[in-house]
């Protein structure tokens, strides 16, 4: 195990998160919710920025209260809040990685500036914002890291720039006993990379699964009001009223594609559970 | 830690443009006159504000969450920061007392070498002050509130050394002024080893300064949410 969480709980005025993950090693984990979630709060908590008021978090098996500098050598972070002084150029950074990593290569650092055109000689405030989000990637990937904690790495990325991204995190994934916790608000992004996807709402984990279970036996339902009233109500897990009638998110999709072929069934996706899970009325 | 000492070169060096004008103007400045006081004191400041600079820049954008993630913990941000500090104290006074000496020596100038380092001292152990004041102040409030918080502070430790001072002589009736002259008169006399006294009382004046400055600031940053 790379990471666990158990029961972390932390408030701020109404706002609760009660959370707990897993990321295992050979595994991508994704963390998805919409905005104030608790995605954030949580990655914060992981990295002991923040101090939760209960819980256990653990890291590389150590409690993270015993995590020392040297642990975090094998970590990789980005967090959207997060960077490095703009200030300094990509030139400056290197020097100061190599201080603190052991396993940092500095001519690696510099071919995937090149590669993915990041200037060495410019100040990082004269960066654009997709530069920005690039390089700290890049430092995020470049001290042979066994967990990376990933929050929105994708933020400000175009659509070539962040399947280069995803390809590097499945390339990183190439070792087995390496380990990915990744947020991002492009659904797809997730679809594509994640092993177990996790939803967080109002600071609650609301839907933990593989994501193979969710692409293929989650479905929306889209009933009128006379077909809510007579399908069988066990396996919807959130509804949400519309003009037509009801859209209803199933775990069970196949369930009503046999019992109920009359019905609409659209096949669930990340952004549609977000949604149904965000908006919708839970049952 | 080295990869913060690093960063914080770094960071100083993004200000070497005016570094270099400041010192040139200054030294073209004391050249034109006698005295070397201001250049020495001048650089002394110069070096400690710009040390304390990179708290600011860390803080900037985020960049305390950043430097956290890295293989960096709370205690090794502090330390390092006091480290650098002190660090650059002790180089600026070097660096203040070679010019003074270059100075006298170039200039011929009459004025005596015991005066411009004492300048040197008197200015390095007020930062040193400083730092250890405003350092816990600008971890707690940030840069801008920590600046308005050193001034109430300093002003705090003048009104209670103004008063301890008047508790003392007027309500236990003790002569203060005649305890310290009497207690300066016991040091050894210039050239007979008081330099070594005043450099030694110095060195530990500021290690004791910023060594309580320290321990406040690493309960500070310790407790502190980002």
Known sequence: MLLKLENVRKSYGTFELDCSIEVKKGQVTGLVGSNGAGKSTT?????????????????????????TPADKENLGVVLTEANMCELLRAKDVAPILKGMYKKFSTDEFYQRCKNYGIPLDKPIKEFSTGMKAKLKVIIAMSHDAKLLILDEPTAGLDVIMRNELLDMLREYMEDEERGILISSHIAT??????????????GKIVIHEDTDVLLSEYGLLKVTKEQYETIDKQYIISEKEERFGYLCLTNQKDFYQENYPNVAIEKGSIDDLIIMMTKGGKR | ????????????????????????LSVFITLTGDDPTFTVTYIVLLLSMLTLNTISYDEMNGGMLFLLSLPVDRKMYVKEKYMFCF???????LASLLFSLGFIAFKNSEIEFTTVASSIAGVTLGMALMFGVTIPLVFKFGMEKGRIAMIVCILGIIGCGVGGYKVIADVLNIDISSFIVELLSKLPKPGEGLEIVVVLAMLLAMMLVLGISYIVSLRIMKKKEL
């Open chain 1, 43 to 67: 990655f914060k908590s992981i990295l002991g920025l923040i101090f939760p008021e209960s819980g256990n978090i653990e890291m590389f098996g150590k409690k993270l209260s015993d995590i």
């Open chain 2, 87 to 93: 660090m650059n104290l002790v180089v600026a006074a």
């Open chain 2, 1 to 24: 830690m080295k990869g913060l000492f690093i960063k914080d070169l770094k960071l100083v060096a993004t200000q070497k443009k005016f570094i270099f004008l400041a010192i040139v």
């Open chain 1, 189 to 202: 992004d997730l679809e594509g990379l994640c092993d177990d996807i996790y939803m967080i709402s109002k």
